[in-house]
């Protein structure tokens, strides 16, 4: 079938082609940006925290006196620890899908002017490793020595682990044994390297930047409590444990928030991200929809402004499948047109949500993937008209004479 007269048809009908060519390029911009997004947060839902989230309770406490905090915190891991069902008891300033609380800039360089880098230092006490589940795979855990008085933002230690992908990321190509990190007023030397510890609040661009400093129970270790249990006495060790914050601390404030299993915390935590997720959804099933109905609606219509000459061409010789492949190809050349233009306006769309939300750029994968699924979107959305189209008869031809 010859081109030029689909276009010179087209050609005829310029504003209703170019609106239906709009709309597709608005499709695209959309779905492709909105899938990517989707994708990005099913990903990070998806995270591994590196930790056993499966047999740990957290219980954050507030209100506390900052000339008690030693004294409290020993009496409350004490009767932590006594917890029927209770194998391990931490303190620490944050736990992962809790809030941040060291989050701070730092640089690997002593020379450097800038604190360039940025990452989060969890703060835990002798039993925060253990408790947790962190797996070590190079160097050493902290020893008596590594441990110092929290007085201010990091301990008073010269010591501090750092996550694997996160070593690699700093010094690419070396090992992170032995190197310096230089963070607020002290120095600290990498000893050892964890698997994996996702930051309290993990995103798109950010999830294990993260470093372990050991901290003494004292000011600023004293607000997160972590609770290693026996499988599947979670639920009654979060009950005993709210019951023996009242009895042992009555002047204390539990955080309820922030307190709960730590597979509560990351349901909690992710929430707005799995909203999110079924909100684009909606949106691209409402997009597609309306684009749908748009490409049947002008097919329709130029069906039936067309009934005369497709009996013309029928009468001529022109087969039901000629006449078929006429509107899907015409069809066709709309949504290329659309997509083209959709294309230049996907990536405008991603440069204005990497500047405004901090986004990561658009894999240009999408783009095929987008073209693809809005070439078959428009074949059969197109299908129905072009079909009534092909049954129209040569008779017609001689209708209005």
């Keep these: 079938m010859q081109i030029r007269p689909i276009f010179a048809a087209l050609r005829r009908h310029r504003m209703a082609s170019f609106l239906i060519a709009m709309e597709i390029a608005l499709a695209c ?8 997004m989707i994708i990005n947060r ?7 925290s ?15 006196d900052a000339n008690e905090t030693a004294d409290m915190a020993a009496r409350m891991k004490a009767g932590f620890a006594g917890i029927t069902g209770v194998e391990s008891v ?7 899908f809790t809030p ?7 640089r690997i360089k002593a020379d450097d002017p800038h604190y360039n880098q940025q990452g989060h230092f969890y703060v835990g006490d002798v039993g925060f490793a253990k408790t947790l589940g962190l797996r070590l795979v190079a160097g050493r855990w902290f020893g008596p020595d590594d441990y110092g008085n929290v007085t201010s933002f990091l301990p008073a230690s010269h010591t501090i682990m750092v996550d694997r992908s996160y070593a690699e990321h700093l010094w690419p190509g070396e090992s992170a044994l032995g190197k310096q990190v230089y963070a607020g007023d002290g120095s600290y030397q990498v000893v050892g390297i964890y698997d994996r510890l996702a ?32 499988p599947d006495q979670r639920l009654r060790v979060l009950a005993d444990a709210r019951a023996l914050v009242l ?20 349901r909690i935590y992710f929430a707005s991200d799995r909203a999110m997720a079924r909100l684009l959804i909606g949106v691209i099933a409402a997009l597609l929809m309306v684009t749908a109905l748009g490409i049947v609606g002008l097919a329709s219509f130029w069906v039936g402004q067309r009934r005369k000459q497709i009996g013309v061409r029928r009468a001529l010789g022109a087969r039901r499948v000629d006449i078929l492949r006429y509107f899907q190809i015409e069809n066709f050349l709309i ?16 440069l204005l949500l990497m500047e405004k939300y901090e986004l990561p750029r658009l894999p240009w994968i999408y783009l095929p993937t987008a073209a693809v699924a809005l070439w078959v979107l428009g074949q059969l959305a197109v299908l129905a008209p072009a079909l009534r189209a092909a049954a129209v008869p040569p008779v017609e031809a001689t209708r209005s004479v």
């Design 90 to 96: 931490a303190i620490a300033n944050a736990v992962p």
């Design 29 to 36: 911009a959309i779905l492709c940006n909105a899938l990517f």
């Design 50 to 64: 590196g930790i056993d989230e499966s047999r740990l309770v957290v219980v954050s406490i507030t209100g506390v």
């Design 199 to 230: 930051r309290p609040d993990p995103s798109v661009d950010a999830t294990e930047n993260t470093f372990v400093t050991g901290g003494l129970d004292g000011r600023g270790l004293s607000n997160v409590y972590v609770l290693r249990t026996a």
């Design 100 to 106: 941040r609380a060291g989050e701070a800039g730092f």
């Design 335 to 350: 949504v290329s047109g659309g997509i083209a233009v959709g294309m230049v306006l996907t990536f405008g769309v991603n």
């Design 42 to 48: 099913v990903q990070l839902m998806q995270l591994q």
């Design 247 to 266: 009895r042992v601390a009555p002047t204390v404030v539990v955080d309820n928030d922030n307190t709960g299993t730590l597979s509560d915390l990351r």
